[in-house]
């Protein structure tokens, strides 16, 4: 952190005020817990009061469109005041659904009178990797302010701005360690190459662990049926540690999505595939 006098800096689950580039803001998981802190306790701060969207309160900090109300965990409020900002902490957690931005605000009461400093906690989408955006938004999360954010957004259209010949979408839940199919395509003719792009995500709503799976891979079905693999591209994002998966299975003339879960652990599986056959 470049020092600059603000004694109102503060920490999001111990991440630094703003990092070497300048760019202050957090992305938190679906149902994160959420611990600010101040950075520094410099002489003269008699309290610290963290605050964040209150819809009766026009001076709160803003959030974004459709955001749904968060309150402290140790006032049931939008905001707390910490008396002992040497020791106190303040937690909120996150929702556990949606893609969200909140203005996260701190207000110091020193002897000089009271300092402000603002930075933003967001969650991205897992297929589109974006965030939204707030009202007002300059520095608050990225240095070089919102217009980055909408940039990767016109990238997002524009490259996934193609149509296949075939598209399907389909949900599908485990709460066991038992191979699932989630999804079958069944291809069309003999000797075609077959341009699959699929996504896999999946998410444990009571602890807002999240894996995700990208496929991107070439099938041929030569003149006598057969399907094999020729180019499998994978990207595997599943959280550390758990035993989650996504594969695909060749059955001629089909080829499947099956999904594994978890014993003991319910989760929500949705699977989005496009094909394009030439031949």
């Known amino acids: 952190m470049a020092f600059d006098g603000n004694q109102a800096r503060f920490t999001v689950n111990g991440l630094p005020s703003e990092d070497a580039s300048g760019n202050r803001g957090v992305v938190v998981a679906n149902a994160a817990l959420v611990t600010l802190q101040l ?3 410099p002489s003269g701060v008699l309290s610290a009061t963290f605050q964040v969207y209150d819809a ?3 001076s709160s900090p ?4 459709s955001a749904p109300a968060l309150t402290f965990t140790g006032t049931g409020l939008p905001l707390e005041l910490l008396t002992d900002p040497d020791t106190q902490t303040s937690t909120f957690t996150f929702p556990a659904v949606g893609i969200e931005a909140y203005l996260v605000r701190c207000t110091v009461s020193t002897s000089g009178g009271p300092v402000v400093f603002e930075r933003i906690v967001a969650s991205r989408g897992i297929v589109s990797a974006l965030r939204k955006t707030i009202p007002a938004e300059s520095q608050e999360f990225e240095s070089r302010g919102w217009s980055d954010e909408l940039n990767r957004m016109v990238d997002a259209l ?3 701005g193609g149509t296949a010949d075939t598209t399907e979408d ?3 839940s485990t709460s066991d360690a038992t ?3 989630i999804v079958t395509y069944a291809t069309l003719a003999n000797d075609r190459a077959i341009d699959m792009k699929i996504r896999v995500w999946c998410i444990e709503p009571s602890t807002g662990d999240i894996g995700k799976w990208l496929y991107e891979p070439i099938f041929l079905r030569d003149n006598v049926g057969a399907i094999t693999e020729r180019t499998p591209v994978m990207v595997y994002q599943p959280p550390p540690g758990i035993p989650w998966d996504a594969t695909i299975l060749i059955a001629a003339p089909n080829i499947s999505v ?3 879960g978890e014993a003991g652990k319910d989760l929500e599986w949705r699977c989005q595939i ?3 056959e030439h031949g």
């Open 39 to 41: 950075e520094t306790i």
């Open 56 to 58: 009766t309160d026009p």
């Open 62 to 65: 803003l959030a974004s469109l």
């Open 158 to 160: 524009e490259l996934g």
């Open 170 to 172: 389909e949900v599908t």
């Open 179 to 181: 191979p699932k199919t």
């Open 258 to 260: 099956q999904v594994t």
């Open 274 to 276: 496009e094909v394009n």
